[in-house]
């Protein structure tokens, strides 16, 4: 079963930059779409990346385009999104998340079956 673990999360000033990392097990990611999402408190869960099985294609909301970066590892079975110029809405837990069978990703949570926990980002001055 595959199970994935985010991690990089924290506290930064606008301007600054994360990256943060989504570590799979259980299962080998390149056979995987992969989704980076986010949540922020009374608000809907936002598909803001998505990579396709072995990275063949991306796609980012406008919220986020030009400013994060989604890339894999597949020797380290794992998934990036480095992320520059954040802002204070960019605040939210983040969750990683992936589904097998598509041929492309969706920013759509409903197409996900395996979710990570989350990490909390949060930007402030």
């Known amino acids: 079963q595959l199970q994935l673990v985010e991690s990089g999360g924290g506290l930064v000033q606008p301007g600054g930059s994360l990256r943060l990392s989504c570590a799979a097990s259980?299962?080998?990611?390149?056979?995987?779409?992969i989704g980076w999402f986010r949540q922020a408190p009374g608000k809907e869960r936002e598909g803001i990346s998505c990579?396709?099985?072995?990275?063949?294609?991306?796609n980012y909301a406008d919220s986020v385009k030009g400013r994060f970066t989604i890339s894999r590892d597949s020797g380290k079975n794992t998934v990036y999104l480095q992320m520059n110029s954040l802002n204070p809405d960019d605040t939210a837990v983040y969750y990683c998340?992936?589904?097998?069978?598509?041929?492309?990703?969706?920013?759509?949570?409903?197409?996900?079956?395996?979710w990570g926990q989350g990490t909390q980002v949060t930007v402030s001055s």
């Open positions: 998340a992936a589904v097998s069978g598509v041929t492309n990703c969706p920013l759509f949570s409903r197409w996900y079956d395996y």
């Open positions: 259980g299962a080998t990611l390149d056979y995987y779409a």
């Open positions: 990579t396709s099985t072995s990275g063949g294609s991306t």
